[in-house]
């Protein structure tokens, strides 16, 4: 989709860059998810003193929906009519705590930013940790009437949605091994540069190293800076190749100049992304369910002999495919000082368990400990089974079980329906730092799957690579890169191409002296088109070349393309015209097509 190209009327939605009757939706607004029993999917843990007072720590955990509410409404425009309207996929979540003024749109204080799992297009697992600022944002949150009351606190959601920006109607030209030096002197020497670092350097770059050429004759002018970062994000993707995080000069790229320089277009759509921030009121909850122990249960101090609430929250996804059970087994002292033994089982709908005891007359407190059982669903496995050697005291009357207390951690992956768009199945390729490497297929029938890591697995980064597969077996990479903590979420845009194919055509000097015309028919196809089919007519002449555009539905589609010649011969004898005639068509997968000879 064209990210600064919205519809006129409707400035969430955005077409497609090849498909105009394609149309992405963006979110509007954040709600949150309720069990089946029409609780809210929500905790917000909080620790506090006898006397009230709020302390550092706790932990927020949310299951929330991305509501695109406007949907069927916008299905209903006349203006639509006939228009695929599909949400647009997230990228990447973040989410904060922030208080608001009386205005709204005062900001009086704000937590820090942490990463959000994005479960699907259009749904957000929130595990959020509090910190001292939190902490203050709570304290408003639960204020008593007389004290002021409570204040509107919303949980902040900056969500980054992937697409195409629109290049430039330019052509840039330069000297290539001039430019090539001017850039190694302005880029780091001991790493491959970042994007930004390659847009600080063609800003950087003396003047008239780079000449500007419009593609049309009415283009609008634009400034020199902006074309030199058109140039630098363009030259990402022509001249630089990406390594890891960053970019380095493409060794393909000669650097022994042509008489004519080194050029490239500005007018290719490049990959981009749009920062959307929605808010979602945790006052609002607050108000309707503040006297539900599960969704705002508060950690109390110990004190002897008198009656006090664990609580034990499980911070890790479960699912039957992934980790599948997680049993947790407390024990204290009681107050005849005796071993009280208790086990809590989490399951998917279940997140948060609350012990009501009795703490021992004597001591500094309950002498709480824990030890875990986690079991892991493996594919056309057993099941394996992580459990604790022993037992592993807790700090307070607060446990939160994470991969460190479970030693293992869960990461989803699934496969947006997009995706099957273009490919019948997904293999995805994980290779720890340590341990054995693990495959993982995806297919329109079981779109999402889990990777559990377990052991040393968790402590070093792992990386992972996705390959599309298309009907004939044939396998294109769609993902790569560090297996995001979080998630990752596969999306049909992976493989999607982010510029048309080109092929340059010229026409040989023998044919252009026997004949009066020559032009030739372009179709984007990998068949030979049926009768009546019709594409793109170029007429050729000598000494002139020709380029032709077109745009592959899929990366896993090859490079094909359907031409055909139509032409008006010369009799050899009188040079008179002869009958215009058009051969059949041919298929090809060539960027470089000379016209040679006619059909016979």
Do not use: K
């Given at each position: 989709m064209?990210?600064?190209?919205?519809?006129p009327?409707?400035p969430?939605?955005f077409p497609d860059?090849?498909?105009?009757?394609r149309?992405?939706?963006?979110?509007?607004?954040?709600?949150?998810?309720l069990?089946?029993?029409?609780l809210p999917?929500f905790?917000?843990?909080?620790?506090?003193?006898?006397?009230?007072?709020?302390?550092?720590g706790?932990?927020l955990?949310?299951?929330?929906?991305?509501?695109?509410?406007?949907?069927?409404?916008?299905?209903l425009?006349?203006?639509l009519?006939?228009?695929?309207?599909?949400?647009a996929?997230?990228?990447?979540a973040?989410?904060?705590?922030?208080l608001?003024?009386?205005?709204g749109?005062?900001?009086q204080?704000?937590?820090?930013?942490?990463?959000?799992?994005?479960?699907?297009a259009?749904?957000?697992?929130?595990?959020h940790?509090?910190?001292?600022d939190?902490?203050?944002?709570?304290?408003?949150?639960?204020?008593?009437a007389?004290?002021g009351?409570?204040?509107?606190?919303?949980?902040?959601l900056?969500?980054?949605v992937?697409?195409?920006?629109?290049?430039?109607?330019w052509?840039?030209t330069?000297t290539?091994?001039?430019?090539?030096?001017?850039?190694?002197a302005?880029?780091p020497?001991?790493?491959?540069?970042?994007?930004r670092?390659?847009d600080?350097?063609?800003?950087?770059?003396p003047?008239g190293?780079?000449?500007?050429?419009?593609?049309?004759?009415?283009?609008v002018?634009?400034d020199?800076e902006?074309?030199a970062?058109q140039?630098a994000r363009?030259?990402?993707?022509?001249?630089?190749?990406?390594?890891?995080?960053?970019?380095?000069?493409?060794p393909?790229?000669?650097?022994?100049?042509?008489?004519?320089?080194l050029?490239w277009r500005?007018?290719?759509p490049l990959?981009?992304?749009?920062?959307?921030?929605?808010?979602?009121?945790?006052?609002?909850a607050?108000?309707q369910?503040a006297?539900?122990?599960?969704?705002?249960?508060?950690?109390?101090?110990?004190?002897?002999m008198?009656?006090?609430?664990?609580?034990?929250l499980?911070a890790?996804?479960?699912?039957?495919?992934?980790?599948?059970?997680?049993?947790?087994e407390?024990?204290y002292r009681?107050p005849?000082g005796?071993w009280?033994?208790?086990?809590?089982?989490?399951d998917a709908r279940?997140g948060?368990?609350?012990?009501?005891?009795v703490g021992?007359?004597?001591g500094?407190?309950?002498?709480?400990?824990?030890?875990t059982?986690?079991v892991v669903a493996r594919?056309?496995?057993l099941?394996?089974?992580?459990?604790?050697?022993?037992?592993?005291?807790?700090?307070g009357?607060q446990?939160?079980?994470?991969?460190?207390e479970a030693g293992?951690?869960?990461v989803p992956?699934?496969?947006?329906?997009?995706?099957w768009?273009h490919?019948?199945?997904?293999?995805?390729?994980?290779?720890?730092?340590?341990?054995?490497?693990r495959?993982i297929?995806?297919?329109?029938?079981?779109?999402?799957?889990w990777v559990c890591?377990?052991?040393?697995?968790?402590?070093?980064?792992?990386?992972?690579?996705?390959?599309?597969?298309?009907?004939?077996g044939?396998?294109q990479p769609?993902?790569?890169?560090?297996?995001?903590?979080?998630?990752l979420r596969?999306?049909?845009?992976a493989?999607?191409?982010?510029?048309?194919e080109?092929?340059?055509?010229?026409?040989?000097?023998?044919?252009a002296?026997?004949?009066a015309?020559?032009?030739?028919?372009?179709?984007?196809s990998?068949t030979?088109?049926?009768?009546?089919?019709?594409?793109?007519?170029?007429t050729?002449?000598a000494?002139?070349?020709r380029?032709?555009?077109?745009?592959?539905?899929?990366?896993?589609?090859p490079?094909s393309y359907a031409?055909?010649?139509?032409?008006?011969?010369?009799?050899?004898?009188?040079?008179?015209?002869?009958?215009?005639?058009?051969?059949?068509?041919?298929v090809?997968?060539?960027?470089?097509?000379?016209?040679e000879?006619?059909?016979?």
């Amino acid at each position: 989709m064209m990210l600064t190209r919205p519809l006129p009327d409707f400035p969430d939605v955005f077409p497609d860059h090849r498909d105009a009757h394609r149309l992405y939706v963006l979110p509007d607004r954040v709600a949150l998810a309720l069990d089946a029993d029409g609780l809210p999917r929500f905790t917000l843990l909080r620790r506090t003193t006898d006397d009230g007072t709020a302390q550092d720590g706790g932990l927020l955990q949310a299951f929330l929906a991305l509501d695109h509410a406007g949907l069927d409404a916008l299905a209903l425009e006349p203006s639509l009519a006939g228009h695929a309207l599909e949400p647009a996929p997230v990228a990447q979540a973040e989410a904060r705590l922030v208080l608001r003024g009386v205005s709204g749109d005062l900001v009086q204080a704000s937590g820090q930013w942490q990463p959000v799992a994005v479960g699907s297009a259009d749904a957000l697992s929130l595990t959020h940790h509090l910190g001292p600022d939190d902490t203050r944002i709570v304290t408003a949150l639960v204020r008593e009437a007389e004290a002021g009351g409570p204040e509107p606190v919303e949980l902040e959601l900056r969500l980054r949605v992937p697409g195409l920006r629109p290049g430039l109607p330019w052509v840039v030209t330069t000297t290539g091994t001039t430019l090539h030096d001017q850039l190694q002197a302005l880029l780091p020497a001991d790493a491959p540069a970042s994007a930004r670092d390659l847009d600080r350097a063609f800003l950087s770059l003396p003047a008239g190293l780079l000449r500007w050429q419009p593609l049309l004759d009415d283009a609008v002018p634009a400034d020199t800076e902006a074309l030199a970062l058109q140039a630098a994000r363009s030259a990402r993707q022509s001249l630089f190749r990406r390594v890891g995080e960053g970019f380095e000069w493409h060794p393909g790229v000669p650097l022994t100049d042509a008489v004519d320089g080194l050029s490239w277009r500005l007018d290719l759509p490049l990959p981009d992304t749009v920062e959307r921030r929605l808010g979602w009121s945790v006052s609002e909850a607050h108000r309707q369910w503040a006297g539900n122990a599960l969704a705002f249960p508060v950690v109390t101090p110990f004190r002897p002999m008198q009656r006090v609430t664990v609580h034990v929250l499980c911070a890790l996804p479960l699912h039957p495919r992934g980790l599948a059970q997680l049993d947790v087994e407390l024990r204290y002292r009681g107050p005849s000082g005796a071993w009280v033994h208790h086990t809590f089982r989490f399951d998917a709908r279940t997140g948060l368990h609350a012990l009501s005891v009795v703490g021992p007359a004597f001591g500094a407190g309950l002498e709480l400990s824990h030890r875990t059982l986690a079991v892991v669903a493996r594919e056309g496995q057993l099941p394996l089974t992580l459990s604790s050697p022993d037992f592993v005291p807790v700090q307070g009357l607060q446990l939160v079980i994470g991969e460190a207390e479970a030693g293992v951690r869960p990461v989803p992956v699934a496969a947006d329906p997009s995706l099957w768009a273009h490919a019948v199945a997904v293999r995805l390729v994980v290779t720890p730092a340590s341990g054995p490497t693990r495959s993982i297929e995806l297919n329109p029938q079981t779109p999402d799957a889990w990777v559990c890591l377990t052991g040393d697995e968790r402590l070093t980064p792992v990386t992972a690579q996705a390959m599309a597969r298309a009907g004939d077996g044939a396998e294109q990479p769609c993902w790569s890169g560090t297996l995001p903590t979080e998630g990752l979420r596969l999306n049909g845009w992976a493989l999607e191409p982010t510029a048309p194919e080109t092929v340059d055509l010229r026409l040989a000097e023998p044919l252009a002296g026997a004949t009066a015309l020559v032009a030739v028919e372009l179709l984007a196809s990998d068949t030979v088109p049926a009768d009546g089919a019709s594409g793109t007519l170029l007429t050729l002449e000598a000494g002139q070349a020709r380029r032709w555009s077109y745009w592959r539905r899929s990366l896993l589609q090859p490079r094909s393309y359907a031409w055909r010649l139509h032409w008006v011969g010369r009799d050899p004898a009188t040079g008179a015209t002869r009958p215009l005639r058009v051969g059949p068509w041919r298929v090809d997968q060539t960027p470089e097509l000379l016209v040679e000879q006619v059909p016979t």
